[in-house]
T-cell receptor, first 112, second 114 residues
């Protein structure tokens, strides 16, 4: 089955700086890669996703890049703000199967 | 409904008792998933229902865990003879399925086994 690894497990950045979280996956058949943000005590919420037919996707301060050859994808947050502090999860799904395999999460702390 | 609804939001049970957790998915979502999140940990897949297909039970940790989905809508996750290591937040999610979109999660049920 699919295996998703996520790094780093914790990340602290100064407010206004950029944050990058990286994930690798094992199954080359995976074609859908969403990112979820989970604030303390709340449900995970989808913040951005990318499919294998594109290499990069942006939504305001958030971007995701995908390298299918290397089987890795990354989340980039620019101009970080205190409200970006949360746990971020990457995930991958294999074509034809909607089950998502999640990474272990990154606790992002924005330092004011 | 407007979102994925889970009940109860919190459940405290004694070791050895059975518990049932309920999930109401978003109307029209054919796929329903159960995940478990232990304190400070990631999301562990438990079981996945897609339409009328046989569920993918590959994530259930033991035969004490079971789930069903009646009428293609509401799902119940049952844990028999609960153990302390079953303490976690149990998250349900739903999606349109068939390669469309990411999940919408419910708020979860926090299960504490004492």
């Amino acid at each position: 089955g699919e295996n998703v690894e996520q790094h780093p497990s914790t990340l602290s950045v100064q407010e206004g700086d950029s944050a990058v979280i990286k994930c690798t996956y094992s199954d080359s058949a995976s074609n859908y890669f969403p990112w979820y943000k989970q604030e303390l005590g709340k449900r995970p919420q989808l913040i951005i996703d990318i499919r294998s037919n594109v290499g990069e996707k942006k939504d305001q301060r958030i971007a995701v890049t995908l390298n299918k050859t290397a089987k890795h994808f990354s989340l980039h947050i620019t101009e970080t703000q205190p409200e970006d502090s949360a746990v971020y999860f990457c995930a991958a799904s294999i074509e034809g199967n909607e089950k998502l395999t999640f990474g272990t999460g990154t606790r992002l702390t924005i330092i004011p | 409904g407007a979102g994925v609804s889970q009940s109860p939001s919190n459940k405290v049970t004694e070791k050895g008792k059975d518990v049932e957790l309920r999930c109401d998915p978003i109307s029209g979502h054919t796929a329903l998933y159960w995940y478990r999140q232990s304190l400070g940990q990631g999301l562990e897949f438990l079981i996945y229902f897609q339409g009328n297909s046989a569920p993918d039970k590959s994530g259930l940790p033991s035969d004490r865990f079971s789930a069903e989905r009646t009428g293609g809508s509401v799902s119940t996750l049952t844990i028999q003879r609960t153990q302390q290591e079953d303490s976690a937040v149990y998250l349900c999610a739903s999606s349109f399925g068939q390669g469309v979109s990411g999940y919408t999660f419910g708020s979860g049920t926090r299960l504490t086994v004492v």
